[in-house]
């Protein structure tokens, strides 16, 4: 039970879009806002960006229904605990996929906490770790974060194209960073869709010379115009096969299975392949790794520390996400067109 005395703090119910059971649409709802505590900063959510695990998480993997998805978040402060020390009311603020971890183990201690090997929380259909309330999204007027999970939105920034930052963008930027990528490399980024934009663009700014795969022969223009140096339409084999050991480093996006092994063979003497739009399972023969001494990876999200640098690398070199905004009333429909890959890049959510 509360024990607040500051109306500031006293739980309140918020409208938010949730899925109401397993498979179900995007309907109006609202819940209790868990109790702020010292070092919680409350946010008005303004955008949030549509993640394809929303459509996973409104579905098979959604544990605690009511679900309100979103975990690609700008919002601006409305309240800070007593114990805040980096934010004030009105800072424009960002939240990504997580928000508590354990604080204790060698991945959190490092600021790495997607790695947390006590189970990040994440920031909606996760485990509160003191009450143990389910979290609850970005599509809300409101959230609740610890300071240490809450990011500052650099100045000057075009806050919609932002918002795909915290997911889609540090799930490409940290293992681009952890690969090396920089001038000099050759990248590969398999996958022209939310994750695969920017990580075209993050490549390119990095310093690599980028060639995008698609399977859509209408989307060359678009990737040349993110900043590839070229692309591979990966239907064709010829044109797969013509880059046989042609690169250091492999970003694939691709989220259902595919036959890997053409695309596993243009990478070079111990290159990797990074997943990370994590597949059931891998179609790719253990040859092509041996022949080549080559790896097949994955990565997940990144930590405080790398999301930090991550916005402020963008920030410095103008790097946002395609999006298309939308309002609230529009958010089923565009779970349909995501769930068909029709959209450039990256929908957006306008809660203001
Ligand atoms: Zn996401
Ligand atoms: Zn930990």
């Given at each position: 039970m509360s024990t607040h005395s500051d109306p500031n703090v006293t739980p309140r119910q918020i409208t938010a879009y949730a899925t109401l059971t397993r498979n179900g649409s995007i309907e109006e709802w609202s819940f209790r806002q868990r109790e702020a505590r010292p070092h919680d900063v409350v946010y008005d959510v303004l955008l949030c960006g549509i993640c394809h695990t929303d459509v996973h998480m409104i579905g098979p993997w959604g544990q605690h229904f009511p679900v309100v998805p979103g975990h690609e978040i700008i919002g601006?402060?409305?309240?800070?605990?007593e114990a805040v020390t980096g934010f004030a009311v009105g800072d424009i603020v960002a939240v990504g996929t997580m928000v508590d971890s354990c604080r204790r183990c060698g991945p959190c201690t490092a600021g790495m906490e997607s790695y947390c090997e006590n189970g990040a929380t994440y920031t909606y259909d996760g485990l509160d770790r003191i009450d143990g309330s389910v979290t609850r999204g970005g599509f809300a007027r409101s959230g609740i974060c610890d300071e240490r999970f809450l990011f500052h939105v650099p100045d000057g920034v075009d806050?919609?194209?932002?918002?795909?930052?915290?997911?889609?963008?540090?799930?490409?930027?940290?293992p681009l960073r952890r690969w090396n990528v920089g001038p000099g490399s050759r990248v590969g980024v398999v996958g022209v869709g939310g994750l695969g934009h920017v990580a075209i663009k993050l490549a390119r700014t990095l310093g690599a010379e980028v060639t995008a795969f698609t399977t859509s022969p209408d989307k060359v223009e678009g990737a040349l115009a993110l900043g590839a140096h070229d692309v591979v339409v990966s239907r064709d084999e010829a044109q797969v096969a013509a880059r046989v050991n042609t690169y250091d480093f492999i970003l694939d996006t691709v989220s259902t299975t595919y036959p890997m092994t053409p695309i596993v063979n243009?990478?070079?003497?111990?290159?990797?392949?990074?997943?990370?739009?994590?597949?059931?399972?891998?179609?790719?023969?253990?040859?092509?790794?041996?022949?080549g001494r080559r790896s097949i990876a994955s990565s997940g999200s990144g930590g405080t520390r790398e999301t930090a640098e991550m916005l402020a690398f963008c920030a410095?070199?103008?790097?946002?996400?395609?999006?298309?905004?939308?309002?609230?009333?529009?958010?089923?429909d565009a779970f349909t067109r995501l769930a068909a890959n029709d959209v450039r890049y990256r929908f957006v959510i306008d809660m203001r």
């Amino acid at each position: 039970m509360s024990t607040h005395s500051d109306p500031n703090v006293t739980p309140r119910q918020i409208t938010a879009y949730a899925t109401l059971t397993r498979n179900g649409s995007i309907e109006e709802w609202s819940f209790r806002q868990r109790e702020a505590r010292p070092h919680d900063v409350v946010y008005d959510v303004l955008l949030c960006g549509i993640c394809h695990t929303d459509v996973h998480m409104i579905g098979p993997w959604g544990q605690h229904f009511p679900v309100v998805p979103g975990h690609e978040i700008i919002g601006r402060v409305t309240e800070v605990g007593e114990a805040v020390t980096g934010f004030a009311v009105g800072d424009i603020v960002a939240v990504g996929t997580m928000v508590d971890s354990c604080r204790r183990c060698g991945p959190c201690t490092a600021g790495m906490e997607s790695y947390c090997e006590n189970g990040a929380t994440y920031t909606y259909d996760g485990l509160d770790r003191i009450d143990g309330s389910v979290t609850r999204g970005g599509f809300a007027r409101s959230g609740i974060c610890d300071e240490r999970f809450l990011f500052h939105v650099p100045d000057g920034v075009d806050l919609a194209g932002t918002a795909p930052l915290l997911c889609a963008g540090i799930t490409s930027y940290s293992p681009l960073r952890r690969w090396n990528v920089g001038p000099g490399s050759r990248v590969g980024v398999v996958g022209v869709g939310g994750l695969g934009h920017v990580a075209i663009k993050l490549a390119r700014t990095l310093g690599a010379e980028v060639t995008a795969f698609t399977t859509s022969p209408d989307k060359v223009e678009g990737a040349l115009a993110l900043g590839a140096h070229d692309v591979v339409v990966s239907r064709d084999e010829a044109q797969v096969a013509a880059r046989v050991n042609t690169y250091d480093f492999i970003l694939d996006t691709v989220s259902t299975t595919y036959p890997m092994t053409p695309i596993v063979n243009t990478l070079k003497l111990d290159g990797t392949l990074c997943s990370v739009g994590i597949p059931d399972r891998f179609d790719v023969l253990p040859i092509a790794l041996a022949q080549g001494r080559r790896s097949i990876a994955s990565s997940g999200s990144g930590g405080t520390r790398e999301t930090a640098e991550m916005l402020a690398f963008c920030a410095q070199h103008g790097i946002t996400a395609d999006v298309e905004v939308i309002k609230p009333d529009a958010i089923n429909d565009a779970f349909t067109r995501l769930a068909a890959n029709d959209v450039r890049y990256r929908f957006v959510i306008d809660m203001r």
